[in-house]
């Protein structure tokens, strides 16, 4: 595949390989369907009267959409017979929007959708999610893939999966147990191998977690020398940066500098502003891009559309060092689940002086050298989500509670937690509303979800991103806030994450396209997951088709499982 130029907008976007690529499929769609209407066929499923949004940030415009097996055959006028086609199934979509559909580039159902039971991945599909993008923050090695896709192939799956080849899972494999160390020079080859053996595998670029053990020991030198290897597959690369709270800019700087010195397109995984101290920072990160891209370097992001990271209870923020006995309890709950034992511990602990020390050390600076929240994100950039304890506290930072008491912070929180009967919920890493709506509107910028499996209850544990963000860009942020135009909304899930990965068909609708479809209710279409019921799933979602399959129908799962691995 070669590496088309892409603009990041809808006009620019549009030129090129893409659009001579369209229009050949177009003149070849319309000579086929001559040819079949000459040999008396028909199509499979016709889509009537709705108002098309196709994806390129175009006007919406009424038409009907006619599909033959697995693929888009013509997307016409607004003929209520879809122009003379004939087909043995039709929908109705009068009043609904008509869209492609939508492509999360960085999901985490991947490892989830293999599990009996939740191999249709619900919660996404009601979002109109077909295609979802694994492994993300590093974490995939060719072995993983591989195995993936043969459960997949094995008990099928409700949306199509695409890869990337994980740095952190690569270096898993070669390193092993001794991680903080730069490789050896046969270890480099092995890593620059499996980096290759994914991409022959299908992966779509290299992606880093370098926040993360143990991508956080690897150089910025190390990550290059992999990128390369992606680069000559025409791969891109996907970062979750190394610092985002405590160097922001220097952490996205690092992304435009793997991308340049390697030659390849980066991202930057879920961009965001954390913290207090970084209010307002946003507009030098989009300084950054928008210089690297005047120098002819394609750099983008992806976003969720929320004012906060990741969620965690305050006992999840603690890390209780391996010598400090009586916490065995504790340390299996934080792996498996709450527990009364469990809590029963940790409160004991932390009402010792001596042990209180011990465990903030390590809360706060990591145990040897290794990954903990409060020394990534810190105090000023948790807030507290929910808390039946203390409803007061809800929408403070961790900071501003310890100001408030005149505490030490670590000292406020293990006061929380001793004091509380039930969860004190948080998330690890917030952001100002502004700051989240400045970074939305650019125009580089995508919109994936960073979420996991959603199973639609009432429960309390997850992010209800991973349930409501697609939904929510176009029913909170375009339809109620205007923020930007459902049509923007709608290319920033489809053509923009398709035309920057190099898929040639999907993200529009266009005939010779995949018949990846999300039909809405404009109207109606919102999340309905939150801080409190992060697993609710969203509504507003009417009709869903994947390969040509549809797998909603009128609300309703049709239990169809017509996803498949896509590959570069």
């Not at 415009?61 to 004939?86: E, F, L």
């Not at 299908?202 to 190390?222: D, I, K, N």
């Not at 990128?227 to 690092?254: C, I, K, L, T």
Request: charged share 20%.
């Amino acid at each position: 595949m070669t590496r088309r130029s892409f603009a990041g907008h809808g006009a620019a976007s549009r030129t090129g390989l893409g659009s001579r690529f369209g229009a050949t499929l177009t003149l070849l769609a319309a000579l086929l369907c001559a040819a079949c209407a000459r040999g008396g066929k028909t199509a499979d499923l016709i889509i009537l009267g709705g108002t098309i949004v196709d994806g390129s940030g175009d006007p919406p415009r009424t038409g009907t959409v006619v599909i033959a097996g697995h693929d888009i055959v013509t997307v016409g006028g607004a003929a209520a017979d879809g122009g003379g086609a004939q087909a043995a199934d039709t929908i109705d979509a009068t009043g609904l929007l008509v869209a492609p559909g939508f492509i999360d580039v960085h999901n985490h159902t991947p490892p989830t959708i293999v599990l009996p039971g939740n191999h249709l991945n619900e919660g996404f599909i009601r979002q109109g999610v077909t295609t979802v993008f694994g492994g993300p923050d590093g974490a995939f090695a060719p072995t993983h893939i591989r195995r993936f896709s043969e459960l997949y192939a094995a008990q099928g799956i409700g949306t199509n999966v695409a890869f990337y080849i994980g740095h952190n899972g690569i270096r898993n494999e070669v390193l092993g147990d001794d991680q903080q160390r730069a490789p050896t020079p046969d270890e480099m080859e092995a890593m620059r191998a499996l980096v290759r053996e994914g991409m022959e595998l299908g992966a779509f670029g290299l992606s880093t977690g370098l926040m993360y053990e143990p991508g956080m020991f690897a150089g910025t030198a190390e990550v290059i020398a992999l990128a390369m290897e992606a680069a000559e597959y025409d791969g891109v690369y996907d970062s979750h940066v190394r610092n985002p709270v405590h160097d922001f800019v220097g952490s996205d700087r690092e992304v435009v500098e793997i991308a340049e010195t390697a030659g390849l397109p980066g991202k930057i995984g879920h961009l965001k502003a954390v913290g207090l101290h970084n209010e307002g920072v946003i507009a030098d990160i989009v300084e950054l891009v928008e210089s690297a891209r005047e120098r002819g370097i394609v750099i983008v992001s992806d976003q969720y559309p929320y004012d906060g990271a990741a969620t965690a209870s305050l006992t999840g923020i603690v890390v209780a060092p391996p010598d400090l006995a009586g916490l065995d309890a504790f340390r299996q709950m934080q792996r498996q689940g709450r527990t009364d034992e469990a809590m029963a511990q940790l409160k004991a602990a932390l009402a010792d002086p001596a042990s209180r020390a011990l465990l903030k050390d390590a809360s706060e600076n990591g145990v040897d050298g290794g990954f903990a929240w409060l020394n990534a994100t810190g105090y000023t950039s948790m807030r507290i989500t929910s808390s039946a304890d203390y409803p007061e506290l809800v929408g403070l930072y961790l900071s501003e509670i310890a100001e408030q008491r005149g505490q030490d912070p670590f000292d406020a929180v293990a006061d929380l937690i001793i004091g509380s009967t039930r969860p004190v919920n948080l998330t690890l890493g917030a952001i100002k509303e502004h700051d989240v709506r400045r970074l939305m509107v650019q125009p580089w910028n995508m919109i994936a979800s960073d979420g996991g499996f959603a199973d639609g209850s009432d429960a309390l544990a997850g992010h209800p991103r991973s349930a409501g963000t697609f939904p929510r860009l176009i029913g909170h942020y375009a339809r109620d806030e205007g923020v930007l135009s459902v049509q923007e909304a709608v290319r920033k899930v489809t053509s923009l994450p398709a035309d920057f990965h190099g898929i040639d068909d999907r993200g529009r609708l266009a005939a010779g396209m995949r018949a990846d479809i999300a039909i809405f209710d404009p109207a109606t279409i919102i999340d309905r997951s939150d801080w409190d019921h992060p697993q609710r799933f969203a509504e507003g979602m009417v009709h869903v088709l994947v390969n040509g399959v549809v797998v909603l129908r009128d609300g309703e799962m049709t239990g169809e499982a017509p996803g498949e691995v896509v590959k570069r």
